[in-house]
């Protein structure tokens, strides 16, 4: 390893990153498939997001720099693979939202989640309800600082 995969100079976990749509791509690509070449992962994007080798090099690099991706050299190529996982960058990105829409007060925001879970199936309901049940006995039993 080349200590390619610490995160760069002024890379902050609580950063909000911004991502087009190719970065997206290539992290569910990398998701899928850890270590992964520049040419597996143009292999691997769907064929809507196949760019040019030059253009996902730079998107890779881009990624590298924002520390959602590490990288380490094996021969002459580096291999790619994500350093934070799906869940970990969506609640980034849902907590960069509610930091820059929060004006103090809570309630406007689980008001519209409320809204959104409207139109979630009973099962996801469920599965949201058992994940809030077990945070808060996790909290109740001192498990979790949140």
Same mark, same amino acid.
């Given at each position: 390893? @080349? /200590? ?7 890379a ?17 690509? =990398?998701?899928?498939?850890? $270590? #992964? #070449? *520049? ?8 064929? $809507? ?5 030059? *253009?996902?090099? !730079? *998107? ?16 002459? $190529?580096? =291999?790619?693979? $994500?350093r934070? +996982?799906? #869940?970990e ?6 907590? /960069?939202? %509610? !930091?820059?829409?929060?004006?103090? +007060?809570?309630?406007? %925001?689980?008001? +519209?989640?409320? &809204?959104?879970?409207?139109? %979630?199936?009973? #099962? @996801?309901? &469920?599965?949201?309800?058992?994940? =809030? ?6 909290? &109740?039993?001192? /498990?979790?600082?949140?």
């Amino acid at each position: 390893m @080349t /200590g390619e995969n610490r995160p760069p100079p002024g890379a902050s976990s609580n950063a909000l990153p911004r991502l087009g749509e190719l970065e997206l791509a290539v992290m569910e690509v =990398l998701w899928r498939h850890p $270590a #992964s #070449s *520049t040419q597996q992962v143009q292999a691997r994007l769907p064929q $809507a997001r196949r760019n040019s080798l030059s *253009t996902l090099q !730079s *998107t890779l690099e881009r990624l590298h720099r924002k520390g959602l991706l590490g990288r380490e050299r094996e021969r002459q $190529a580096y =291999l790619y693979r $994500a350093r934070v +996982s799906r #869940s970990e960058l969506l609640g980034r990105l849902l907590g /960069g939202v %509610i !930091s820059q829409l929060h004006d103090g +007060s809570l309630d406007p %925001i689980l008001a +519209s989640f409320v &809204d959104f879970a409207e139109n %979630i199936d009973d #099962s @996801t309901l &469920d599965r949201l309800d058992e994940l =809030l049940q077990a945070r808060l006995r996790a909290r &109740d039993a001192g /498990g979790c600082d949140d």
